[in-house]
Structure formats: structure tokens, C-alpha cells
């Protein structure tokens, strides 16, 4: 199984784990606002040059995700066969640790030595 297989699969697979939150009933707009513009999502980050404190900037949802991808990105370069659910929020909090106290390293070198730490085999 080839590296970004492996990532998407694990992506997929943490994805699933994580619970939905109930839906949030919201009251429509008033006739007279006008229609929202659409929001840019093309955003292109350098993974291996992304810093601390870009990651430590995001809101609680979009670290979330950030903190996903990396986890499944050192899988991916540790070639990784298996991951330990359970360790998960462990390796999300020393990353998120390690970039609170140098946040101008980079966020790969935060989830490589976190994701180095709870693994055994």
C-alpha cells in the first residue's frame, strides 16, 4: 500500500471515529440581507514548512482537522502498518504542547517527535 493510500484510508478511518456534534437549529436571515458571497476555499500550505503558530491560530474545528492530517502524514512517512486509536488525543496534545513552546518550529517536526513518543512498534 503506497503512502497517500495509506493516509487517505487513515484519514477515513479517524474520520469515522470522531463524534457529530448535534445539528445547531438557526434561524434564517431576514429577507432584506443581502445573498453571502462565496468563501475561497483553495488555501495551499507547504506541509513541511507550515509553522506552530499557523496551526496554533486556527479555529478549534480546522486544528482538528490540521492535527488529522498531520498524524496521518507521519504514519505515512514512517510507513506505518497500523496506529493506535487510543493515542490519538495523546499525540494531538504533546504536538500541540511542543508547538505552544516553540512556535516557530515547524508543525511536521512537532507531530514527528509527538507521533515518535507513544509508538512501539
Do not use: H
Not at 5 to 28: K, N, Q, R, Y
Not at 37 to 60: E, F, K, N
Amino acid at each position: 500500500m503506497n503512502g497517500k493510500t495509506a493516509a487517505v484510508l487513515l484519514s477515513g478511518l479517524l474520520g469515522a471515529c470522531t463524534p457529530t456534534p448535534p445539528p445547531v437549529a438557526t434561524a434564517p436571515p431576514p429577507a432584506a440581507t443581502p445573498a453571502a458571497q462565496p468563501v475561497t476555499t483553495d488555501r495551499y500550505v507547504v506541509i513541511r514548512s507550515a509553522t506552530c503558530d499557523t496551526i496554533l491560530g486556527l479555529a478549534p474545528e480546522d486544528r482538528a482537522m490540521a492535527t488529522m492530517f498531520y498524524i496521518g502524514y507521519q504514519a505515512s512517512r514512517l510507513q506505518s502498518k497500523t496506529i493506535n486509536i487510543g493515542a490519538i488525543p495523546n499525540i494531538e496534545r504533546l504536538a500541540l504542547g511542543l508547538c505552544e513552546a516553540e512556535p516557530n518550529r515547524t508543525v511536521a517536526w512537532a507531530f514527528a517527535k509527538a507521533y515518535s513518543k507513544p509508538r512501539k512498534r
